[in-house]
């Protein structure tokens, strides 16, 4: 593992050269802004965007602090930045329908083909032990397995950390459950590597363990989880409108619909640079791929840039897949140079 961070490194260094602001590119592209959002898998994308736009389209590219509401809002409203990599739409969803009906945004693609996946998880493990954890009845049935950390009489839920917008559906459907029935309460994680030590530490020790998660995520590459069947099936409608709203009179149980996660852009940047569009229409991961791939990138503690070369240096069949032989050769002759 040594040597591999040692290279990873140097790596980093040449990349930081790539990666520096570039100058004025073809007249055609002109600067272009990429959302990198605030978790690995789309942090990876933006820095991958970047680089073949900038090596392969001759764009200015540089990338912005993004998530999902502010830079959803802002390219609505201010037209920048010009693309959203992975942009989680379910929580935008009235908004980003508006944006696209005006004219202002358009939709280029799936950024994971099929779908980000939430749920409730419990160790598999633990359902190798007893298979009714992998339902809500089970893991109701044994919520004393499940201790919570400050109060040694009630069972820990951990949460969704505060102010993300998965708190407020995972808030209404412990509720739908009537979670705290079973005499759980909602530890709130204080943040997403908090939540992810949490499962972490669970895992290593083989305790139990019951929350909110979703995929695609590097923990979720080198830990097996099991999502925990509700018994109700998806009502998508009751998902959309009333579990995802902050206002949500009477929840009901439904497991979570795979949520749409998109590119989206600004119709002045599609406009602008339509071969550069036609990339990003086609650029699309799996789950599957995500969740290894991240799993490397914790592993090897590699930022998006690193991951972004290193994607391009290893999987030449998938990404030449999406652009031109003429964009493919400019990509290869820009690695070949660090």
Known sequence: MIHVKSMLAALAAVIGLSFAPAPAHAQGCGSVTIADMNWSSATFMAALDRFILDHGYGCDASVVPGDTMPTGTSMMEKGEPDVAPELWSNSFKEALDAGVKE??????????????????????????????????????????????????????????????????????????????????????PGSGAGLAGAIEKAYNREEPWFGYYWAPTALLGRFEMVKVDFGSGVDLEHFQDCITQKECENPKATMYPPSPVQTVVTSGFAKRVPEAFAYLQSRSFTNAFMNKFLAWMDENQADGETAAVHFLQTEEEVWTAWVSAEVAAKVRASIANM
């Not at 998880?121 to 400050?150: C, Q, R």
């Open 103 to 188: 004219g202002r945004l358009l939709i280029a693609g799936k950024s994971l083909s099929d779908g980000g996946e939430e749920g409730f998880w419990v160790p598999k493990y633990l359902v190798d032990k007893d298979p009714s954890l992998a339902t809500i009845k089970g893991v109701m049935a044994n919520a004393a397995m499940f201790k919570h950390p400050e109060d040694p009489k009630s069972s820990a839920f951990m949460g969704c950390p505060a102010g993300w917008n998965c708190q407020i559906s995972a808030g209404h459907l412990f509720d739908a459950l009537a979670l705290e029935d079973s005499g759980f309460q909602i530890v709130d």
